[in-house]
């Protein structure tokens, strides 16, 4: 049974100096595409981030930058301080500030839209949950409802006003189930993704050496209903294969020193840091 969560209990609850307490697995980072993937599922959100004109934050022209700017984010909506989150959402209001739909586009978007804002939000929140379950298993009814709370930070720290985040974890899964009928992939959103899962955006000689296995990561960390929309393949042996890989890699992380297993990300947040005290641009 999920724990009880009162309204008026949510504010200590998405207090912005709290942090999430498992782990920041580096191994999570192969999840990213399907994440992506996720989000972009909703047409709104597909197209407002393949026609945006904000070039600098294109993948496809600028792959380590877009990439950082991504994980940097992550990693200060569930690591960083309050102050950490201002400076961040500043700067990315900065940029979503271009992203809207002009008269040709095929729907309708805006990035400052918190309904948007709430899905993405949604979608990093499943996807941490999902690389933690099959590493770990699952948490406990205490810690998954908490860690759920402080997971509203990945709306927070955009646009989304708290109170949209879903009260309980078990209104989440309400929220998740009816949100599923939005979700509508393209040819052109589909061929973008696949581009993305296939990592085109590396290069050709990268694509062609790690494209394979982190198409297959992609489509491990899928639900079945994105994997549909994308058509791509996969059957029970490719998932008992990608959820044995998944716990032995689990088993090696728990074994390691927290710090190595966070390098990544506890690197990308000192370079925020960097970045903000030294005035450079932070995305």
Known sequence: MAVSVRRDERASAHDPDEKFLPALDAIGLAAGAANVIMQLSWLAVGYGVHESRVESGRLFDHPVKRTRT???????????????????????????????STADSPVAYNAFDPELQRWVAACIYRG???????????????DRERTYQLGATFGT???????????TRDDFDTYWNESLARVSIDDTIREHLLSIARLEFA??????????????FTAGFLPEEFRREMRIDWDDRRQRRFERLMAALGAVARRLPLPVRELPYRYLLADLRWRYITGRPLV
Do not use: C, I
């Not at 290069?203 to 297959?216: E, I, K, Q, T």
């Open 203 to 216: 290069g050709r000689a990268r694509s062609r050496l790690l494209g394979p296995v982190n198409l297959f």
């Open 128 to 142: 941490f949950e999902d690389v933690h379950r099959l590493m770990h298993g699952p948490m406990s009814a205490t």
């Open 157 to 167: 720290t955009l646009q989304m006003p708290a109170d949209m985040w879903p009260l």
């Open 70 to 100: 991504t994980l940097t984010y992550l990693v200060v909506a569930a690591r960083g301080t309050a102050e950490d989150k201002r400076a961040y959402k500043k700067a990315v209001n900065g940029a979503h500030a271009r992203v809207r």
